[in-house]
């Protein structure tokens, strides 16, 4: 079955860290173009940070510019979101999103990873 | 960064009638446009790419049309599973392909 499946979420005080994992399986994973789209309780979606095939290139949203790294593991297929010094406003639910190879719209989505900064 | 604005921002529609979102870009992105359905409690689903192209599983009662800044997402006779937000998303310009804020359709 294709599909990507989020996990690290949880509850962690403002200042702290955190790092979400999305395993991918059913796909070629190392093929596709890979991202983070979060959304905030009762908001919209917002792309949060992107990696393409082989890691050649990588955009953060300039909200998290210098505080979340994104990576992938293509041998593991597996994609990944180390956030550090968290804030209350990053609190939001965070998918995992494939691009289409040829397409940077979403074509597969995870069920979700929820991420409460609070203390 | 190009703006996406989607209305109305909740749309009433009895069942078995049309429901017509629309989604405004604030510069042309050709047809490089794609919208989400959301239900409650879910991840996202792709619902239409290239403006006008359903994506797999999308049943024909959706159809999508449009292209420059204006766009249209319809449902031609609504059922009770296709409640949910849906959410327009231009990616000729990225990144960053950036959302509409969504649209709520709803059962009158």
């Known amino acids: 079955e294709v599909q990507l499946v989020e996990s690290g979420g949880g509850l962690v005080q403002p200042g702290g860290s955190l790092r979400l994992s999305c395993a991918a399986s059913?796909?070629?994973?190392?093929?596709?173009?890979m991202n983070w789209v979060r959304q905030a309780p009762g908001k919209g979606l917002d792309l949060v940070s992107s990696i393409s095939s082989r890691s050649s290139n990588i955009y953060y949203a300039d909200s998290v510019k210098g505080r979340f790294t994104i990576s992938r593991d293509d041998a593991a297929g597996s994609l990944y979101l180390e956030m550090n010094s968290l804030r209350d406003e990053d609190s939001a639910v965070y998918f995992c999103a494939r691009y289409t190879v040829r397409y940077p719209y979403f074509d597969l989505w995870g069920q979700g990873a929820l991420v409460t900064v609070s203390s | 960064e190009i703006v996406m604005t989607q209305s109305p921002a909740t749309l009433s529609v009895s069942p078995g009638e049309r429901a017509t979102l629309s989604c405004r870009a604030s510069e042309s992105v050709s047809n490089k446009l794609a919208w989400y359905q959301q239900k409650p409690g879910q991840a996202p689903r792709l619902v239409m790419y290239?403006?006008?192209t359903r994506a797999t599983g999308i049943p024909a009662r959706f159809s999508g049309s449009g292209s420059g800044t204006e766009f249209t997402l319809t449902i031609s006779s609504l059922q009770s599973e296709d409640v949910a937000l849906y959410y327009c998303q231009q990616y000729n310009k990225w990144p960053p392909g950036t959302f509409g804020q969504g649209t709520k359709v709803e059962i009158k």
């Open positions: 290239g403006a006008s």
């Open positions: 059913g796909f070629t994973f190392s093929d596709y173009p």
